[in-house]
């Protein structure tokens, strides 16, 4: 990992072009972002070996970005890791990160030090135009410990990490103990800090609280609308991967703004082709400031749409809208229809007696729901279920046979997401069908 020096020096140097970015026409945004892309393709036939057989000479424009593969972290891992480094990189020239692996699969990842120090100004800047104060205490609730930054030498962002993996309990008198202005944390942590906080420390907790900000996870209209409630304060989320680091983040107006000075974003069909904006598809990134490890073309696997410019916020960068999830992460019903996460974290959310849920389908088709009762007992665990199930019948016009778990609370991946849907199940290469119900 480079010094936090380099990427200092460059987070100080990116931030007055980084502050005026969103704010540039958007013609000029994807001239900007066009040469990007062909100084990135440029540096991937000279330097990368695995690209050494792209095709030579300039893009005419972003839409021909089309007319390249789309690279997956599967595609990555069997082509080699090392393929993909650039070469005659001295080791102090990037940093290393390494993906989560809530797929089940961790990638070692290279930035190198310039696009991460821009990205670090990104940062700044989505913290800052949230109303962020830099003086602000922050509770930050993460599975792992997290570096202590140059300016939180300096007495500014100050930051505790809340450790994830205890019990909503301890977390709850950890957060307390911090009070903070503002809590970061992935939105199945923060449904359970709220479970766990009585009326009176809640109000204790909102005297002094002013943001909230999510990431990491699907955070639904409705889970953000519930925070606000509860928190009482403006919920920010924002979308990143460690391949390609912050694609979007969250404005004033509630929208997501891609960060059109460091990505470009394409919506993808299953054949690979862009939709038009508005239609739901896959989610593929360009991170074109990328020289240590470049991805072109980065399909990351969820699903999302796009919007276009206009925002009342100011921001001309385009909006996105996740939905759904992760596009593998859904149950197959017996029709062949696909029930993605975001249905069944809509269920956890409304459905009486439920706090929480998991859903597994199995090779057979059967699915398991490990469920979080909000009340103690076998009978509102019951009723629970119950409700659950007939829930889900109504939201997909269907009989669903569901088999139920009692569990205590969400299972946490190792890098401290809720992984609420997997599946098994693939209709004729399993061999099988679900039961229909």
Not at 313 to 329: E, Q, T, Y
Request: with cysteine.
């Amino acid at each position: 990992m480079s010094g936090g020096l380099a990427v200092a020096v460059r987070e100080l140097r990116h931030l007055p072009a980084v502050w005026r970015a969103p704010y540039r026409a958007p013609e000029r945004t994807r001239a900007l972002a066009l040469e990007g892309v062909n100084a990135l393709l440029r540096h991937c036939r000279e330097r990368v070996p695995a690209f050494a057989d792209y095709p030579a000479g300039p893009l005419a424009s972003l839409d021909e970005l089309a007319g390249l593969p789309i690279l997956t972290k599967r595609a990555v891992l069997d082509a080699g890791v090392e393929s993909f480094h650039a070469r005659g990189l001295a080791a102090g020239a990037y940093r290393t990160d390494v993906t989560s692996g809530t797929t089940g699969t961790r990638l070692h990842i290279r930035h190198d030090v310039d696009a991460y120090g821009y990205h670090g100004a990104t940062v700044l800047r989505r913290f800052l135009l949230s109303g962020y104060r830099p003086w602000w205490r922050i509770a930050h609730i993460k599975p792992f410990p997290r570096p202590v930054r140059w300016f939180q030498r300096l007495g500014l962002f100050p930051r505790v990490v809340v450790p994830a993996g205890q019990s909503d309990a301890a977390i709850a008198r950890a957060v307390l103990a911090v009070r903070p202005q503002l809590i970061m944390g992935y939105p199945v942590v923060l449904r359970g800090l709220l479970r766990a906080l009585d009326p009176g420390e809640l109000a204790r907790l909102r005297r002094g609280l002013r943001l909230v900000m999510t990431d990491s996870e699907l955070l639904t209209d409705e889970v953000a609308a519930l925070f606000t409630e509860r928190f009482g304060v403006p919920v920010y989320d924002e979308y990143s991967a460690y391949e390609v680091l912050t694609v979007s983040s969250g404005c004033t107006a509630g929208a997501m703004h891609v960060d059109e000075d460091r990505v470009w974003l394409e919506i993808v069909d299953d054949a690979g082709a862009p939709v038009p904006d508005g239609v739901t598809g896959s989610v593929v990134v360009t991170h074109f400031r990328e020289r240590a490890m470049p991805l072109p073309r980065y399909q990351l696997g969820d699903r999302a749409y796009l919007l276009p410019v206009g925002c009342p916020c100011g921001s001309r960068f385009r909006r996105m809208k996740l939905v759904d999830g992760r596009a593998n992460d859904f149950v197959t019903l017996p029709d062949g229809r696909r029930v993605y996460s975001g249905v069944f974290l809509a269920l956890a959310m409304y459905t009486p007696g439920v706090a929480e849920c998991m859903v597994r389908q199995d090779e057979a088709g059967q699915v398991t729901v490990h469920l979080v009762p909000e009340a103690p007992g076998e009978a509102a665990f019951a009723a629970a279920c119950a409700a659950f199930e007939q829930a889900l019948g109504e939201a997909v016009d269907a009989p669903v046979v569901l088999r139920f778990v009692r569990a205590e609370r969400i299972t946490l991946t190792a890098g401290g997401k809720g992984r609420f849907v997997e599946s098994a199940y693939r209709p004729g290469v399993n061999g099988t069908r679900a039961e229909r119900g």
